[in-house]
Antibody, heavy 121, light 107 residues
Framework: EVQLVESGGGLVQPGRSLRLSCAAS????????MHWVRQAPGKGLEWVSG????????GYADSVKGRFTISRDNAKNSLYLQMNSLRAEDTALYYC??????????????WGQGTMVTVSS | DIQMTQSPSSLSASVGDRVTITCQAS??????LNWYQQKPGKAPKLLIY???NLETGVPSRFSGSGSGTDFTFTISSLQPEDIATYYC?????????FGGGTKVEIK
């Protein structure tokens, strides 16, 4: 069964850091791009960042550029999101999503259940 | 960044009705457009990719069309299980973006 399981969310103070992880199973992880997509409470979907199969191509939304860093470890079938200088507006449910191809331009065809990040003092 | 404008933001229709949602891109994105369904409390699900291709396992009452800047998503006969919010998403450039969503309810 294809599965993505996020972890690492929680309550964090503004300005602090948090690292999210996504464990993938049921597919050949290093064949596909991976993404982080977030959804603030009661709001729509926002793409956060994507990474190609070999980490050669990486992109970020303007709202997180310079603060968040995406990475992957193909040997561990894992995706990460290092989030620094967190702000209240980063509060959201963070989804890990599988890309439909090795390059990050494409669709998100498998989604995890998400991990909640709350930024508050 | 490319802006995606979805309309309407919400709609109410009867079971069996034909439902149409539009998505307009702020610039030409060819057919680099996907559609997702998100049911309350659940993760999104890919329904349509590359503007008009039905994802495996998705019922044929769902369809998509369009290219360039104007796209349409259609449910040919609305079913009770289709109650959800639907999103378009473009991937023409390195900053992927979603539309604002359309909440579909049963009248």
């Amino acid at each position: 069964e294809v599965q993505l399981v996020e972890s690492g969310g929680g309550l964090v103070q503004p300005g602090r850091s948090l690292r999210l992880s996504c464990a993938a199973s049921g597919f050949t992880f290093d064949d596909y791009a991976m993404h982080w997509v977030r959804q603030a409470p009661g709001k729509g979907l926002e793409w956060v960042s994507g990474i190609s199969w070999n980490s050669g191509s990486i992109g970020y939304a303007d709202s997180v550029k310079g603060r968040f860093t995406i990475s992957r470890d193909n040997a561990k079938n894992s995706l990460y999101l290092q989030m620094n200088s967190l702000r209240a507006e980063d509060t959201a449910l963070y989804y890990c999503a599988k890309g439909s191809s090795g390059y990050y331009l494409g669709a998100f065809d498998i989604w995890g259940q998400g991990t909640m990040v709350t930024v508050s003092s | 960044d490319i802006q995606m404008t979805q309309s309407p933001s919400s709609l109410s229709a009867s079971v069996g009705d034909r439902v149409t949602i539009t998505c307009q891109a702020s610039q030409d994105i060819s057919n680099y457009l996907n559609w997702y369904q998100q049911k309350p409390g659940k993760a999104p699900k890919l329904l349509i990719y590359d503007a008009s291709n039905l994802e495996t396992g998705v019922p044929s009452r769902f369809s998509g069309s369009g290219s360039g800047t104007d796209f349409t998503f259609t449910i040919s006969s609305l079913q009770p299980e289709d109650i959800a919010t639907y999103y378009c998403q473009q991937y023409d450039n390195l900053a992927l973006t979603f539309g604002g969503g359309t909440k579909v309810e049963i009248k």
